[in-house]
C-alpha cells in the first residue's frame, strides 16, 4: 500500500472486500461503560459482517436505546444510548437479531465508577514532567517483543526504524530512580496499539483506539503503571493523537463512511502552516489543506465534523481517563484539528474530570500564535478553545536564544516572558528544551557543560510546568536528523547492556556530575513552591546580566545568568524591589552562603539563590 490513494469512492469497495474476512459481531466499543458520567449519553461502534442487516435489542433499567444508525458501510451500527442517573450497574444482553439465523449477543456492563482521591488529578505548574519513548527506554518483558499476528515483528536495536522491545514493565522497572531524580510526573508517547508495517514503535499511528500495543503489555497493564505511580506520588500524561489514525485500523481499512477520514482526489499533505488557520486574510484552499491534508500517507486525517468521529474521540478518551486514572492529556499535532471540535472536546472532558489537565503541542517561536490556540480568546481570535496550555516552544527557543547568543541573545529571552499577558493563564504552559522530535540539549549547545546547566536552571525556574526528557540528567546527545538519532536506547535498559546509566555506577564522572545537577535542582523544585506556584518578575538584561525571581509568601528565589563569555561582578542594590533588604543567600546547588551585595558570576554560567532574611 505505499501509495494508498483515497478516492471518493473506494470506501464501499474496501468494505466489500473485507466483509468475509470479519466476524459476524467483531467488536462492540466503548467495550464497556460506566454508570453516574455527566453525559448521560453513550454512542457504541459495532462493527461486524453485514451487522446492519440485524435488529438491535436491549433491555435493562435505566438503560434506553434511544436509535440504531446505519451508515453507508453495512459492517457497521452506531447505537445511541441513554443512562439515567440512578442506574444500576450491572451486566446485560445486546441482541443482534435476524430472521433465520442465530442471535448475536454481546453482554455489556455498566461499571460503578471510581472516585477514589488521586484519580485525574491533574498536572500543574508543581510538577516536573518526564518524558519517555517507552520503546526506547527500558525492556522490562521480553515475552512481548514481538508477536508473529502483527504486521511488523522482532526487534532490532541497531535500526533506528525498528522496534527496540521497551515497554511499560521496564518503565514500571525505574520509577524508583525517576523519583529519585526529583520527577513527579511521566508523561509517555502513545503505547496504545500502531499495527503498521514499518517504523510505528513512536505511537503515533494508531490502529486501536482500545487497546495498548501488546508489545508495550496489556491494558490492564497501563492501569497498574498508573496505579503504582499514584502509590508513589508520582503522576501520569496520556499523549493523545486526535487529528490522524494509522491506515491499518478496522475503521480506516473498512471506513463506516467515505466522510470518516478527509478525502482527497489523490494524495494531498497539510502545508503545515499554522497562519493558515489564523489569517484574517487567508485563502480558504490554505486553511483547508492545513486541517484536511493528511500528516503522511500512513497516517489518515480523521474527519472531526463527522458527529460519528466526533463521538468515536471523545468516549474513548474519557474512557482511558475512567478506566486507568490517569492525570492530564497531552494533545498531538493541535493546530492541525478541527477549531470547533477541539473546543467542543475540552469542555466534554472536563465535565467529566474537573481537575484533568490538557495541554496541546503547538511549535512556534511566536508568543501570539502560541496564545492563539490557548484558551480565553485573549487575542482575538472569536472563540473559546478551552485549551489550558501548550507546549512552549517560545521559551524553549528564547532560552536558547539566550545561552548561544541568538536572536539577540537574552534580551529576547526576556522579551518573549514579557509577552506573558497574551495568555490566560501562562503557568498552564508547558516549558521544555527538546523532546523526541528535536535536537537534545546538549548538542543545540555544543555540548557545552556550562551552558546545559544554565538550561537546566533556567527549565527549573521559569513560569509554568517543566517538562525533561527522557536521558537528557546523563548528557544524551545527538541531533534530530532524522528524528530516530534522538530516540536512542536508555543504556542500562536491556540485559547485557555494556553500562547501566540507571545507577551511578555505570555513568561516567561527567555524566554522574550532570545528573547530579540536575537531581539537586529538580528535588529543590519539588519542595520549594516559590519555584511552583510562585510569582515571577524580571528584569532587563544590564551589561550581560538577566536576573529573574520566583517568589511567595514562604522564599524567594533568585536566578542570575551572566551572558558573556567572560566572567562577570554585578551589585545587587538595582534588585532591591524583590531583595527587600537580605543581606545573603544560599547557593541551591552548592549550599554556600554567600553575600548577597554583590555576585560574581562566571561565564555563561546561572545562580540559583534562596535568599536568606
Known amino acids: 500500500m505505499k501509495k494508498f490513494l483515497f478516492f471518493t469512492a473506494c470506501c464501499l469497495v474496501m468494505a466489500s472486500g473485507l466483509s468475509a474476512q470479519i466476524?459476524?459481531?467483531?467488536?462492540?466499543?466503548?467495550?464497556?461503560?460506566?454508570?453516574?458520567?455527566?453525559?448521560?449519553?453513550?454512542?457504541?461502534?459495532?462493527?461486524?459482517?453485514?451487522?446492519?442487516?440485524?435488529?438491535?435489542?436491549?433491555?435493562?433499567?435505566?438503560?434506553?436505546?434511544?436509535?440504531?444508525?446505519?451508515?453507508?458501510?453495512p459492517n457497521y451500527l452506531f447505537l445511541d444510548l441513554r443512562i439515567f442517573s440512578g442506574t444500576t450497574p450491572g451486566t446485560f444482553p445486546i441482541k443482534f437479531i435476524k430472521a433465520g439465523e442465530k442471535a448475536l449477543t454481546y453482554n455489556y456492563e455498566l461499571k460503578k465508577r471510581d472516585h477514589s482521591a488521586g484519580r485525574a488529578q491533574g498536572v500543574t505548574d508543581k510538577d516536573l514532567i518526564y518524558l519517555i519513548m517507552p520503546d526506547r527506554f527500558s525492556n522490562g518483558d521480553p515475552s512481548n517483543d514481538s508477536f508473529s499476528n502483527m504486521r511488523e515483528t522482532g526487534i532490532n536495536r541497531d535500526s533506528m526504524f525498528a522496534r527496540h522491545g521497551g515497554d511499560i514493565q521496564g518503565v514500571m522497572n525505574h520509577l524508583d530512580y525517576l523519583k529519585d531524580l526529583g520527577v513527579t510526573a511521566i508523561w509517555l508517547t502513545p503505547a496504545i496499539e500502531n499495527d503498521e508495517p514499518h517504523a510505528s514503535y513512536h505511537g503515533y499511528a494508531v490502529t486501536d483506539h482500545y487497546k495498548i500495543d501488546a508489545r508495550f503489555g496489556t491494558n490492564a497493564l497501563y492501569?497498574?503503571?498508573?496505579?503504582?505511580?499514584?502509590?508513589?506520588?508520582?503522576?501520569?500524561?496520556?499523549?493523545?493523537?486526535?487529528?490522524?489514525?494509522?491506515?491499518?485500523?478496522?475503521?480506516?481499512?473498512?471506513?463506516?463512511?467515505?466522510?470518516?477520514?478527509?478525502?482527497?482526489?489523490?494524495?494531498?499533505?497539510?502545508?503545515?502552516?499554522?497562519?493558515?488557520?489564523?489569517?484574517p486574510h487567508g485563502d480558504a484552499m490554505d486553511r483547508k489543506l492545513m486541517l484536511d491534508g493528511w500528516f503522511d500517507r500512513r497516517m489518515a486525517d480523521m474527519n472531526q465534523n463527522n458527529p460519528y468521529v466526533d463521538n468515536f474521540l471523545t468516549q474513548n478518551h474519557i474512557w482511558w481517563v475512567e478506566y486507568s486514572g490517569v492525570d492530564g492529556f497531552r494533545l498531538d499535532t493541535y493546530p492541525?484539528?478541527?477549531?470547533?471540535?477541539?473546543?467542543?472536546?475540552?469542555?466534554?472532558?472536563?465535565?467529566?474530570?474537573?481537575?484533568?489537565?490538557?495541554?496541546?503541542?503547538?511549535?512556534?517561536?511566536?508568543?501570539?500564535?502560541?496564545?492563539?490556540?490557548?484558551?480565553?480568546?485573549?487575542?482575538?481570535?472569536?472563540f473559546d478553545t478551552h485549551l489550558p496550555g501548550i507546549t512552549d516552544a517560545v521559551i524553549k527557543d528564547g532560552i536558547y536564544d539566550a545561552l548561544m547568543d541568538w536572536n539577540g541573545g537574552v534580551k529576547h529571552l526576556y522579551e518573549l516572558l514579557a509577552q506573558d499577558f497574551l495568555y490566560q493563564d501562562v503557568t498552564r504552559n508547558v516549558v521544555f528544551l527538546d523532546n523526541h522530535d528535536m535536537s537534545r540539549v546538549l548538542s543545540v549547545v555544543d555540548e557545552d557543560i556550562t551552558k546545559y546547566k544554565s538550561a537546566m536552571a533556567m527549565l527549573m525556574t521559569i513560569r509554568g510546568v517543566a517538562q525533561m526528557y527522557y536521558g537528557d540528567e546523563i548528557l544524551m546527545k545527538n541531533y534530530s536528523k532524522p528524528d530516530g538519532l534522538v530516540r536512542e536506547d536508555f543504556p542500562g535498559g536491556w540485559a547485557g547492556d555494556k553500562s547501566n546509566k540507571f545507577t551511578a555506577g555505570g555513568r561516567t564522572d561527567k555524566e554522574n556530575d550532570a545528573f547530579n545537577y540536575v537531581r539537586k535542582l529538580a528535588n529543590y523544585r519539588k519542595n520549594t513552591t516559590a519555584l511552583q506556584t510562585g510569582k515571577m518578575m524580571q528584569y532587563i538584561p544590564q551589561k550581560d546580566i538577566y536576573v529573574y525571581f520566583r517568589y511567595d509568601d514562604k522564599k524567594t528565589v533568585m536566578i542570575v545568568y551572566n551572558s558573556s563569555d567572560k566572567e562577570q561582578t554585578t551589585a545587587t542594590d538595582r534588585y532591591s524591589e524583590r531583595i527587600k533588604g537580605a543581606k545573603k543567600a544560599k547557593n541551591v546547588i552548592t549550599d554556600e552562603t554567600i553575600d548577597l551585595s554583590t555576585l560574581t558570576i562566571p561565564p555563561k554560567s546561572t545562580l540559583v539563590l534562596e535568599l536568606i532574611d
Not at 448521560?40 to 434511544?66: F, M, T, W
Open 336 to 382: 492541525y484539528n478541527d477549531p470547533e471540535y477541539m473546543a467542543k472536546w475540552a469542555v466534554d472532558v472536563k465535565n467529566e474530570f474537573p481537575r484533568l489537565s490538557i495541554f496541546g503541542e503547538v511549535l512556534t517561536n511566536t508568543p501570539v500564535i502560541s496564545a492563539y490556540f490557548t484558551q480565553g480568546n485573549t487575542v482575538n481570535r472569536g
Open 223 to 279: 492501569k497498574q503503571f498508573v496505579e503504582k505511580c499514584h502509590s508513589m506520588g508520582l503522576k501520569v500524561v496520556m499523549d493523545l493523537v486526535h487529528n490522524h489514525a494509522g491506515t491499518e485500523g478496522y475503521t480506516i481499512s473498512d471506513m463506516p463512511m467515505k466522510s470518516w477520514v478527509h478525502q482527497w482526489p489523490k494524495y494531498t499533505r497539510s502545508n503545515f502552516k499554522y497562519e493558515a488557520v489564523m489569517d
Open 23 to 73: 466476524p459476524a459481531l467483531e467488536r462492540v466499543e466503548p467495550m464497556f461503560w460506566w454508570v453516574g458520567m455527566h453525559n448521560p449519553d453513550l454512542q457504541l461502534i459495532v462493527h461486524g459482517n453485514d451487522i446492519a442487516s440485524r435488529k438491535v435489542e436491549l433491555n435493562y433499567p435505566g438503560v434506553k436505546l434511544v436509535a440504531v444508525h446505519k451508515v453507508e458501510n
